[in-house]
């Protein structure tokens, strides 16, 4: 990467920046390799972040589908989070997940569990996995909670054989005009189900898989409380990453753990965070990561510059970070700061090989925590930071009751925020088609087939908040 002028000597964020375009050789979007070089698994650049009310198991199964990755939080009970891993390798590396009742279910049930997925609709199933009907939200209209499925549901059911090619399923669908329909096997019990998005986002993603072919995922590790077994025992029940992760990743506690949990992960891949220095970077690849996370104070639910005035413009700390690991043959992934496409482009640009972000993600059918309603009737999720007096509460739940209570005063974090679900995007995939379009897009421009050439090709130039503001669109008149 080089600037369009002289760099400044001034740090810069996301928004200070612009990519320029380059004579590109480039000449679809589509022709472009969104697979990371730290040697992840990735197909696209995109983590989730370790944040409780985001990654759970609907969001590691649906993103790592599509070539993403989910981190779990490092203050999940150790036996939920081998649940948790078992539930996602478990789960088709194409077709989603359905909810499942039984007729006779009632509406009320129904519908509490129809926006825990994007596919919107219950497969109501016999005694031997077959499926009996579909219930979706408009099928309620009319009748009252307590009514039992078998009265509402649509008895119609068209199927999708599993053996069929992801073209085929949807061209079936297609000429059939079927937005969703179950997956069977050749007894005709159900083994998932698919939309017609579903099937043309397998025909362009390349899930992320492990060496068996199993779906992805990892975990974070605190520094506290025998880092280095709780590592064990992620690595024993097939966890992919082993993330450590503090706020401040450049201390002596953090070194040692990096050290402790690198000497039982073996070949599992091990990343530490978070610094924003090249310093910091330089120390933890020595203490043993493979993969440094950067980024102190940039999230949406993170007040640390706030309270402390500590942190960095997150494009400045990922371009020297980057540079530092690179010269060591490592990897950086830039952590937070990430409201827009652009910015997960810029973040590559920088030099990261994934950009983690979590809070752009709160307002999805996927994220763990429950959809509420407000009095409008719109539908939201409460999202919360961690290092939040929330989050410190969940994860000091089992020391006394004073050592609680004095954690709990010092808080760098919003402990809740109203994430509203976006009606024409509800859902993980659509956000992820957002940005894997605007990366594609981004590497076309500067002449790159590769993230790496992106990296290596991207000219960055410095603006003005004018000039930010300028490449804002407008949804009405001046």
């Given at each position: 990467m080089k600037f369009l002028r002289d760099a400044p000597d001034f740090d810069l964020t996301y928004n200070d920046v612009f990519l320029v375009p380059s004579l590109s050789d480039v000449d679809s979007r589509m022709k472009v390799d969104l697979s990371t070089g730290d040697g992840v698994g990735t197909t696209i650049p995109i983590v989730v972040s370790n944040m409780t009310a985001i990654a759970?198991?609907?969001?590691?199964?649906?993103?790592?589908?599509?070539?993403?990755?989910?981190?779990l939080p490092q203050d999940i009970p150790i036996d939920v989070v081998r649940r948790v891993v078992d539930f996602v390798k478990s789960r088709h590396t194409i077709f989603d997940t359905p909810i499942i009742m039984n007729a006779e279910g009632t509406v009320g049930e129904a519908l509490s569990l129809l926006h825990k997925r994007s596919h919107g609709a219950v497969l109501i199933l016999d005694d031997e996995g077959k499926p009996?009907?579909?219930?979706?939200?408009?099928?309620?209209?009319?009748?009252?909670?307590?009514?039992?499925?078998?009265?509402?549901?649509?008895?119609?059911?068209?199927?999708?054989?599993?053996?069929?090619?992801?073209?085929?399923?949807?061209?079936?669908?297609?000429?059939?005009?079927?937005?969703?329909?179950?997956?069977?096997?050749?007894?005709?019990?159900?083994?998932?189900?698919?939309?017609?998005?579903?099937?043309?986002?397998?025909?362009?993603?390349?899930?992320?898989?492990?060496?068996?072919?199993?779906?992805?995922?990892?975990?974070?590790?605190?520094?506290?409380?025998?880092?280095?077994?709780?590592?064990?025992?992620?690595?024993?029940?097939?966890?992919d990453v082993v993330v450590v992760d503090t706020a401040h990743g450049h201390q002596r506690r953090m070194l040692q753990a990096v050290e402790?949990?690198?000497?039982?992960?073996?070949?599992?891949?091990?990343?530490?965070?978070?610094?924003?220095?090249?310093?910091?970077?330089?120390?933890?690849?020595?203490?043993g990561a493979d993969i440094v996370k950067v980024g102190v104070g940039p999230g949406a639910m993170c007040t640390t510059r706030m309270m402390t005035g500590v942190g960095r413009p997150q494009f400045s700390a990922v371009l020297d970070c980057a540079e530092e690991a690179s010269a060591r043959g490592k990897h950086v992934w830039a952590d937070g700061g990430v409201r827009h496409p652009r910015d997960v482009a810029l973040g590559v640009a920088a030099g990261a090989s994934n950009v983690m972000f979590g809070s752009l993600l709160a307002g999805t059918y996927e994220s763990a925590a429950d959809t509420l309603r407000d009095s409008d009737g719109r539908l939201y999720k409460e999202s919360f930071g961690m290092a939040s007096n929330r989050a410190v509460r969940n994860r000091t739940r089992q020391e006394s009751a004073i050592e609680r209570a004095r954690k709990e005063l010092f808080e760098e974090g919003i402990s809740t925020s109203r994430m509203y679900l976006d009606p024409t995007r509800p859902s993980v995939e659509d956000i992820i088609d957002q940005i894997v379009a605007g990366v594609r897009s981004a590497c076309t421009y500067s002449g790159a087939s590769t993230l790496g050439e992106l990296h290596d090709r991207a000219i960055v130039g410095v603006q003005s908040s004018s000039g930010y503001e300028e490449g804002r669109p407008r949804d009405t008149s001046w």
């Open positions: 759970g198991r609907r969001m590691a199964e649906t993103v790592a589908r599509r070539g993403g990755l989910v981190v009996r009907g579909i219930f979706t939200e408009h099928d309620a209209v009319g009748f009252d909670r307590f009514t039992q499925l078998h009265n509402v549901m649509n008895r119609e059911v068209i199927t999708i054989s599993q053996d069929r090619s992801v073209q085929e399923i949807h061209d079936q669908m297609n000429d059939s005009r079927l937005s969703f329909a179950p997956v069977v096997d050749s007894r005709g019990a159900v083994v998932g189900c698919i939309t017609r998005k579903g099937a043309l986002r397998s025909a362009i993603y390349k899930p992320a898989l492990d060496k068996s072919g199993r779906l992805m995922i990892g975990v974070a590790v605190g520094i506290n409380a025998e880092p280095a077994k709780r590592a064990r025992a992620l690595v024993e029940m097939g966890v402790q949990v690198k000497a039982v992960t073996g070949s599992v891949k091990l990343v530490a965070g978070n610094v924003v220095t090249r310093e910091g970077t330089r120390d933890l690849i020595d203490a």
